[in-house]
């Protein structure tokens, strides 16, 4: 497959730019030429569309190749949508796909949401001459952008999976940008060691990896989502190593977040949707109000003090669900009512987090430590008596993907 370099590319990538920044994402200038000059049909020459609902299987699809005359417009306007576009099923080789439909499998590898994408190297304010290491970049669409900012041959990437590294290698190759990726385990930051002024990570994790702080250069940050077993609310964590070495750590809930490794298994709404719909559950008095969608700070923290929930963003209204526990909540009707089904009470524990987060100050953003040379990262709001704290669940070994096992996904806002 070979992509389209035609002048109907370049338009559609200016839209692209301009809707960001009428979105008020885009602020960085910078970051701003690196968009418009970067052809992210190179990097994305094929993109798969899902045709089935979720909860089918096996997962119906279609392959759209750029080249083809057929797939062409909706190929451009998907790559330059905003949207995630996905690549890759179940490890297979992307050298050699046929378009049209195929059916089965499960999405191993894909490229980032556009907003998120440029929020994240904002975050990390790139600039000319820093050494950038992208930490699982996959198609390579974030560690060209990167690229464009740092100059040549100071941006690289590690990816733990081979044919991806060929096949982005190949496209950063086509834009001459001095962007590099190796193969390795992402969880060990760069395999040849080094140190970095920017590190961003393209996959979630528990907790920050030691090699990863270890990599990170006097003045630098380092990005990443912090990920639990829920993918309904993540959080982005920002940590920077003062001119001094210290290292300082800020945690803050998001509406999106990147995807675990591989072999991380997530809660999922989706398999008790029916039984939610049918029986919702005994409706009780509530002195909580569903709070806010953009309440991050409180999901954050039921992330962690309530764990083992997760949301069907899909409901009509609030749904959080304790799958491992056949529980669920139901909010309304009205504002003071909820159903609540199953033997753990997930409305009740709801309760009882917002009560902290109110007498914790409603804190939005949190302090992780990190100990040098490891051990557990502790996290809290504060120092007072009713502040949250929390420790981050350890690492856990990442098995290689075998073929037709299913990874997790991208996770937005309206995932589940």
């Known amino acids: 497959m070979s992509a389209d370099l035609s002048p109907t590319s370049g338009t ?37 569309v899902r045709v089935s609902d979720p909860g089918v299987e096996p997962i119906e699809w279609r392959l759209l190749d750029g080249a083809h005359p057929d797939d062409r417009a909706e190929w451009l306007d998907l790559i330059h949508s905003g949207d995630s576009v996905l690549l890759q099923r179940d490890g297979e080789q992307l050298d050699a796909l046929r378009r049209g439909p195929v059916a089965g499998g499960h999405m191993t590898s894909m490229s980032t949401y556009g907003q998120a994408t440029v929020e994240a190297l904002q975050t990390l304010r790139l600039a000319p001459g820093q050494r950038y290491l992208e930490l699982g970049p996959g198609p390579g669409v974030s560690l060209a952008l990167a690229a464009a900012v740092t100059g040549p041959r100071l941006a690289v990437g590690v990816e733990r999976d081979g044919r991806m590294v060929a096949f982005a290698q190949r496209n950063l190759d086509r834009l001459g940008l001095g962007a590099t990726v190796v193969e390795g385990d992402a969880l060990n930051g760069h395999p040849a060691g080094g140190v970095f002024d920017r590190i961003h990570s393209g996959i979630g994790v528990p907790c920050v990896p030691p090699g990863w702080a270890e990599q990170l250069a006097p003045g630098g940050r380092l990005l990443t989502t912090l990920t639990t077993r829920t993918p309904s609310w993540p959080g982005q964590l920002l940590v920077t190593r003062t001119g001094a070495g210290e290292i300082e750590a800020v945690l803050r809930g998001r509406p999106r977040g990147y995807r675990p490794m591989l072999g991380y298994r997530w809660l999922n709404a989706v398999t008790l949707r029916p039984r939610i719909e049918a029986a919702p559950g005994v409706p009780r008095p509530t002195r909580l109000a569903p709070p806010p969608d953009d309440a991050y700070g409180f999901w954050l923290a039921a992330a962690y003090l309530a764990p083992g929930l997760v949301r069907d963003f899909q409901a009509e209204t609030m749904t959080i669900a304790a799958p491992d526990e056949d529980s669920w909540a139901v909010a309304g009707p009205g504002e003071h009512t909820v159903r609540v089904h199953g033997p753990r009470d997930v409305w009740a524990e709801l309760e009882d987090v917002h009560a902290r987060w109110v007498l914790a100050g409603r804190p939005d953003t949190y302090r992780v430590t990190m100990p040098e040379g490891g051990g557990p990262q502790h996290v809290d709001s504060g120092t007072g008596l009713h502040a949250l704290t929390w420790v981050l669940p350890p690492l856990a070994p990442v098995p290689h993907q075998p073929v037709g096992s299913r990874p997790s996904e991208y996770h937005t806002e309206k995932a589940l």
């Open 12 to 48: 559609r990538r200016v839209a692209m730019v301009e809707r960001l920044e009428a979105e008020g994402a885009l602020t960085d200038v910078r970051l701003r030429e690196a968009l418009l000059s970067v052809p992210r049909e190179v990097l994305l020459p094929h993109a798969y």
